[in-house]
């Protein structure tokens, strides 16, 4: 699999995962949650744009 591929897949698993921490955070008002989903979120988006850029650098 190339990397930018497994970039992409990656980001995209973080970003759900953020998501659902999020959701879970907000609903049982845990605000570490919350902002840790936000975080893997956000980390998760910055990831699958590195693949992006990769895949149109050509790596």
Not at 5 to 26: A, F, L, P, R
Not at 30 to 41: C, M, Q, S, V, W
Not at 46 to 56: A, D, H, L, N, R
């Amino acid at each position: 699999m190339k990397s930018s591929t497994k970039d992409n897949i990656e980001g995209k698993i973080h970003q759900v995962k953020g998501k659902v921490k999020q959701t879970i955070g907000s609903v049982a008002k845990d605000r570490d949650l919350e902002a840790e989903g936000k975080i893997e979120n956000l980390e998760g988006k910055v990831q699958e744009k590195v693949g992006e850029i990769k895949k149109v650098a050509g790596k």
